[in-house]
């Protein structure tokens, strides 16, 4: 067909490529949330409902993109992981980050009558935001997952004794957060198991971790060497961009009927990784 004279317009467009050969995390994180959990009245520090609608979500995600390796989230956020093979949109980083994060959002808003049968939508509607970022080794990957986990655990214990210290000591927040400013985190498990008789450690593992989203196969037994790469940096790029169409259509289809499992479990250590080594090796 003839170009339009307008034609030219369409070179202003500008590519945004990801690397090749470098973990993709998607991350999106809920617009005002702050707002939205006082409207709805979400329970303190945690609604379950809330974070189960988050989880719900992000399996939905994970059915409509077998790409997704791993998912990882908490409070009113999640990270996706994108195997550092995929090709998926040419891994063009608008188009991986707007199309995860509208998917999310649609399955959140689709979703919520399920999990607040007695609180329907207004506007403004929940939306999220979200990015593309890039991590050159398994080594960094973990790193980052380490990171939201961590930031999870810090704040949940956070929120776990200011809401207790306001709720159940009476304290104004004002004066909850003077109390906290200098406590470090085992002067906090200390509080809470001293003032109110709450062992953090027996508190839901939801709160405390986080949740992990992952195709599940059978597990490795404990202690026993996994076949498989466990260290998937050295399996380069190249060999995997090699597999034959349809080996990789093969993959794909079994990782589309995989059982997806939720899990509230460390992804800091090791243990976690090495009975389920091909969530990094990207070989269903
Ligand atoms: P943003 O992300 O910059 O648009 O602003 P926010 O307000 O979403 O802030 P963010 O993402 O840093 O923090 C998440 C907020 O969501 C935080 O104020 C606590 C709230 N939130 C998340 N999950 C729960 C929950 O289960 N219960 C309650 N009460 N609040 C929650
Ligand atoms: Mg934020
Ligand atoms: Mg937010
Ligand atoms: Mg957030
Ligand atoms: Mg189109």
Request: neutral net charge; aromatic residues 12%.
């Amino acid at each position: 067909m003839a170009n339009s004279k307008y034609e030219y317009v369409r070179e202003f467009e500008q590519t945004d490529l990801l690397l090749p050969n470098t973990w993709i995390v998607v991350r999106i994180d809920g617009r005002g949330f702050h707002k939205l959990s006082t409207k709805y009245a979400f329970e303190k520090p945690n609604d379950r409902s809330a974070l189960d609608l988050m989880n719900a979500a992000a399996v939905s995600v994970m059915k409509e993109f077998p790409d997704v390796i791993l998912g990882y989230g908490d409070s009113d956020e999640y990270s996706f992981i994108f195997h550092k093979s995929t090709s998926l949109f040419q891994r063009r980083a608008s188009k991986l980050s707007t199309t995860i994060t509208s998917t999310f959002t649609a399955h959140y808003v689709y979703l919520w009558p399920t999990y607040f049968p007695m609180k329907p939508l207004s506007p403004p509607l929940p939306s999220f935001d979200g990015r593309c970022v890039l991590y050159p080794t398994t080594k960094d990957l973990r790193n980052y997952l380490a990171w939201r986990q961590a930031d999870c655990h810090i704040n949940n214990l956070y929120n776990t004794i200011f809401h207790t210290l306001v709720l159940r000591g009476n304290l104004s927040p004002q004066e909850a957060e003077a109390a906290l400013s200098t406590t470090t985190a085992s002067a906090k498990n200390e509080m809470l198991f001293q003032g109110f008789g709450i062992n953090y450690n027996n508190e839901p593992e939801m709160y405390r971790k986080g949740s992990v989203v992952y195709r599940a196969y059978e597990l490795a037994p404990v202690g026993v060497p996994v076949s498989g790469n466990l260290n998937p940096d050295d399996d380069d790029g190249a060999e995997r961009a090699s597999l034959s169409k349809t080996a990789a259509e093969k993959e794909k289809k079994i990782r589309s009927k995989a059982r997806i499992a939720v899990e509230h479990v460390d992804i800091i250590k090791d243990d976690f990784w090495e009975r389920r080594p091909w969530i990094l090796s990207g070989k269903s």
